[in-house]
């Protein structure tokens, strides 16, 4: 249920920095894992996935790193740009379930 | 690919009124479709699976009979959310699985305003 009261924590960096967003998961059986960005008033977008037998999986200015030891997953976005400026949240698949849960999310703000 | 169309994106009502919210595949058949719902500043929370053809199931603490969920075609899902009170008010977010690729898209939300 929901936390009434609850806000998002906020990282800030500036323009053409690098960000490093965390997120830790909750079940040690999640074997799959997307990294998602959600824009005010609009639906979650794909970045980037890894699954559980990967530590580390590059796009384009982004990298997600796996710790399965520590649940925990982040997710580095290079040369940061306004266009950045989000919320992103992780989200895990449990092992044949076959249905996605959120992470509680981190708000991105990029300062030109 | 992967892209998903939801209708309406707003809508609001009187408390009392049921309100139906659509789910479409537009480039892709989904045999699973996903609803979320969304509390201001905070993550989605996966309400329900759809399965095209069968009953959705639901995450624990979500009332079936409240929130109503048909999959009757692999390219649409509908929310009915009945009896609609303002406790009922948030963003609620579908999202469909491309049952070739797994890809997994999501709409862009219908925001639920319940006077």
């Known amino acids: 249920g929901e936390s009434v009261g609850l806000h998002l924590p906020t990282l800030s960096v500036q323009e053409g920095d690098n960000s490093i967003i965390n997120c830790a998961y909750s079940n040690s059986a999640s074997d799959y894992f997307i990294w998602y960005k959600q824009e005010s008033g609009k639906g979650p977008q794909f970045i980037i996935d890894?699954?559980?037998?990967?530590d580390k999986r590059q796009g384009q200015r982004v990298t997600v790193l796996l710790n399965k030891t520590v649940k925990h997953l982040s997710l580095q976005i290079a040369a940061t740009q306004p266009g950045d400026s989000a919320v992103y949240f992780c989200a895990e698949n449990l092992y044949n379930f076959n249905k996605f849960y959120f992470g509680s999310g981190t708000k991105l703000n990029v300062k030109p | 690919g992967a892209v998903v169309s939801q209708h309406p994106s707003w809508v609001i009502c009187k408390s009392g009124t049921s309100v139906k919210i659509e789910c479409r595949s537009l480039d892709f058949q989904a045999t699973t479709m996903f609803w979320y719902r969304q509390f201001p500043k905070q993550s989605l929370m996966l309400m329900a699976t759809s399965n095209e053809g069968s009953k959705a199931t639901y995450e624990q603490g979500v009332e079936k009979d409240k929130f109503l969920i048909n999959h009757a075609s692999l390219t649409l899902s509908t929310l009915t959310v009945t009896s609609a009170h303002p406790e009922d008010s948030s963003f609620y977010i579908c999202?469909?699985?491309?049952?070739?690729?797994?890809?997994?898209?999501f709409g862009d939300g219908t925001r639920l305003s319940i006077l």
């Open positions: 890894i699954r559980s037998n990967m």
């Open positions: 999202s469909a699985r491309d049952r070739t690729s797994g890809r997994q898209g």
